[in-house]
């Protein structure tokens, strides 16, 4: 199976502020790599795929990079609904494996 | 616009044997694969397992032994049988559609409690 490593696993952070969380697989992935957002009681929803595409609908803020075993979410300027928790996600291989999440709080 | 509803029993005993249901509104199966994933309390994602619209599987060799998914294409329903169900299998079981290798959308999430 790919591990796939997410950091940090929380992070406090103000609006406003630039956050960036990263996630390592442990094998190449190409760019097979998707950012889910989830917030409490509710199911995941995708923000990012192929490691950088922007899934419809979701706010430019959000962007995604990297390929290969290091990417990268960013959220340019962090708004008060975006507190929630981020999982990455690998779709070169089954089975399909999520990062442990990174939990992001209201400093 | 494809939704995902699902339904099934809460509250199991250990042995017993996890059932849930996913109905597609919206699409159909010929929308690439089908997947259950679960989240224990407090915890991150685990990919079940998936089927296509012919009815080819694949499953997580951590719970293949356990697993079954199958579909009925009349009704537009996919299903998750888990037997021999212990607390370690509490957890909200969610039902997906993987679509471009992603996984959108999902169902609103089902808890199943296993407990004696």
């Known amino acids: 199976d790919i591990q796939m490593t997410q950091s940090p696993s929380s992070l406090s952070a103000s609006v406003g502020d630039r956050v960036t969380i990263t996630c390592r697989a442990s094998q190449s992935i190409s760019t097979y790599l998707n950012w889910y957002q989830q917030k409490p009681g509710k199911a995941p929803e995708v923000l990012i795929y192929e490691a950088s595409s922007l899934q419809s609908g979701v706010p430019s803020r959000f962007s995604g990079s990297g390929s290969g075993t290091d990417f990268t979410l960013t959220i340019s300027s962090l708004q008060l609904e975006d507190f929630a928790t981020y999982y990455c996600q690998q779709a070169y291989s089954a089975p399909r494996t999520f990062g442990r999440g990174t939990k992001l709080e209201i400093k | 616009q494809v939704q995902l509803q699902q339904w099934g029993a809460g509250l199991l005993k250990p042995s017993e044997t996890l059932s849930l249901t996913c109905a597609v509104y919206?699409?159909?199966?010929?929308?690439?694969?089908w997947s259950w994933i679960r989240q224990p309390p407090g915890k991150g994602l685990e990919w079940i397992g998936e089927i296509n619209h012919s009815g080819s599987t694949n499953y997580n060799p951590s719970l293949k032994s356990r697993v079954t998914i199958s579909l009925d294409t009349s009704k537009n329903h996919f299903s998750l049988k888990l037997n021999s169900v212990t607390a370690a299998d509490t957890a909200v079981y969610f039902c997906?559609?993987?679509?471009?290798?992603?996984?959108?959308?999902w169902g609103q999430g089902t808890l199943v409690t296993v407990s004696s």
């Open positions: 919206g699409g159909s199966f010929s929308d690439l694969y």
């Open positions: 997906a559609r993987e679509h471009y290798d992603r996984f959108d959308p």
